[in-house]
T-cell receptor
Framework: GDSVTQMEGPVTLSEEAFLTINCTYT??????LFWYVQYPGEGLQLLLK?????DKGSNKGFEATYRKETTSFHLEKGSVQVSDSAVYFC????????????FGTGTSLTVIP | GAGVSQTPSNKVTEKGKYVELRCDPI?????LYWYRQSLGQGPEFLIY????????DSGLPNDRFFAVRPEGSVSTLKIQRTERGDSAVYLC?????????????FGPGTRLLVL
């Protein structure tokens, strides 16, 4: 069935470091791909999304490109800040999933000053 | 505008008891979803409503779990004869349209602890 495999954490980076969180997916058909973020004590928030191959989602300095050939949707940011410390979830939703989301297990990021 | 709200924010109950968890979606959103998130895991799908009807309940773990959305807005997740393994954060989400491309907006969750 459809699934998402996400880079395991936790990840600890210094401020201004480059961030990559890997996400690969398995799906029949062409899913939509999402990154959600959960800040400490808060609910899940959409960070960015891409709904078709080669689309790039971007928000708050984060980017991810929908790569059909490698079935990937890696999250990147050029210079992380302390305020980016959170748990990041990759998710997919597709024509064969009945609109439900399949989430990865989450990657915890801590950015130290 | 108001986001998705869930009540209660925390619920402690004893094994064998009945609980109800409430979700108030964003006004005008036709699709509503329930997920369950265990510690250290991503949310797992339980059930999805399109309007008043359950379009997909394939994620409900067993017949102790039931959900309703009688007027196409507020939804209630009901758990009978609770077990310790039901302890988790129960998340509700809504989307404007029932489409795989639509963003789902999540509530803050109800943290359920079964003693």
């Amino acid at each position: 069935g459809d699934s998402v495999t996400q880079m395991e954490g936790p990840v600890t980076l210094s401020e201004e470091a480059f961030l990559t969180i890997n996400c690969t997916y398995t799906a029949t058909g062409y899913p939509s791909l999402f990154w959600y973020v959960q800040y400490p004590g808060e609910g899940l928030q959409l960070l960015l999304k891409a709904t078709k191959a080669d689309d790039k989602g971007s928000n708050k300095g984060f980017e991810a490109t929908y790569r059909k050939e490698t079935t990937s949707f890696h999250l990147e940011k050029g210079s992380v800040q302390v305020s980016d410390s959170a748990v990041y979830f990759c998710a997919l939703s597709g024509p064969n999933t009945g609109n439900q989301f399949y989430f990865g297990t989450g990657t915890s990021l801590t950015v130290i000053p | 505008g108001a986001g998705v709200s869930q009540t209660p924010s925390n619920k402690v109950t004893e094994k064998g008891k009945y609980v109800e968890l409430r979700c108030d979606p964003i006004s005008g959103h036709t699709a509503l979803y329930w997920y369950r998130q265990s510690l250290g895991q991503g949310p797992e799908f339980l059930i999805y409503f399109q309007g008043t009807g359950a379009a997909d309940d394939s994620g409900l773990p067993n017949d102790r779990f039931f959900a309703v959305r009688p007027e196409g807005s507020v939804s209630t997740l009901k758990i009978q004869r609770t077990e310790r393994g039901d302890s988790a954060v129960y998340l509700c989400a809504s989307s404007l349209l029932p489409s795989a491309q639509e963003t789902q907006y999540f509530g803050p969750g109800t943290r359920l602890l079964v003693l």
